[in-house]
């Protein structure tokens, strides 16, 4: 009879939740010894309801932390170039550290003029071409915040990355290909060899059944099954589907994975919600407290 250790469940909520702490103490402390009070400028532009509570997320983070928050909502009927206009202004403002445009923007909107615009060193969410570059070469300013946050889950999860064959599915440039990039670099909680699948990847199984760790990013339920698993893998789900309405109203969420089939194999393991979603403001937060001691050469 074989005797089958329980999979970890990788728990984000209190991982985030140490990072916050450890945050807080270091904002009062740039305030205490510095005068440094780290500012968050986050721009809404319309009222896309997914958009408003992510919006609305970051501003408590921040406020929580005593980041200053400067929120601007702005109507669906802004125009590029008052959303430009804004962008630079809040780029010329020395109490703003970090500036977050939510995406998507409405349609009408160019998200790439908007993006570019955002100076770098500002640029919090990570996406700019210059920090992607920086990223890449190994020496970042600002990591994106989902694949930072994943990286953080994995180091205080004590799951070792170096050596380890990590298959990313999934290739945007807000999860995949920066997550890919930052488990190659020769770093600690890093150092891996890596895999990318994506829809044109042939036999997904081939790759995802020789991985040790397997970072699911395809917005897919169950684009990752128990077949496709080897026994003692660690996998990481990013996926937030909506999959219908509870009764009281209130969106039903789940992954990317297969979910209990495959922790019923693998060593650890994240849930949908509670895993990797509550990582991503906390690294926002990072971000932006970085950004602050960057701008009083502290960093
Ligand atoms: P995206 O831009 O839609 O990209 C999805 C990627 O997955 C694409 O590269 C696509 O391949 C690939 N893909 C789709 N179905 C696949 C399949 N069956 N097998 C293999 N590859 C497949 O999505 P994203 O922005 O990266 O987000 C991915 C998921 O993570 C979404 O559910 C999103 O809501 C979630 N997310 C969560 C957080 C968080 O904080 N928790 C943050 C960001 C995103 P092609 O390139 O070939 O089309």
Known sequence: MSITTPAMIINGTEISAQIR???KKEVAELKAKYGIVPGLATVLVGANPASVSYVTGKEKAAIALGIYSD?????????QKELMDLVLTLNNDPQINGILVQIPLPKHLDETEVLLAINPKKDVDGFHPMNLGKMMVGEPDFLPCTPAGIQQLLIRSGIETDGAHVVVIGRSNIVGKPNANIMLQKKHGANSTVTICHTGTRDISHFTRDADIIIVAAGRPKALTAD??????????????RVGMSSSGKAILVGDVDY?????????????PGGVGPMTITMLMVNTVKAAKMAAGLA
């Open 21 to 23: 702490e450890e945050l």
């Open 71 to 79: 929120r601007r909502d702005l109507p669906e009927t802004t125009t």
């Open 228 to 241: 496709m698993v080897k026994p003692g893998v660690v996998v990481i789900d990013v996926g937030v589907n």
């Open 260 to 272: 209990e089939p495959v922790k019923e194999k693998a060593r650890a393991i994240t849930p949908v």
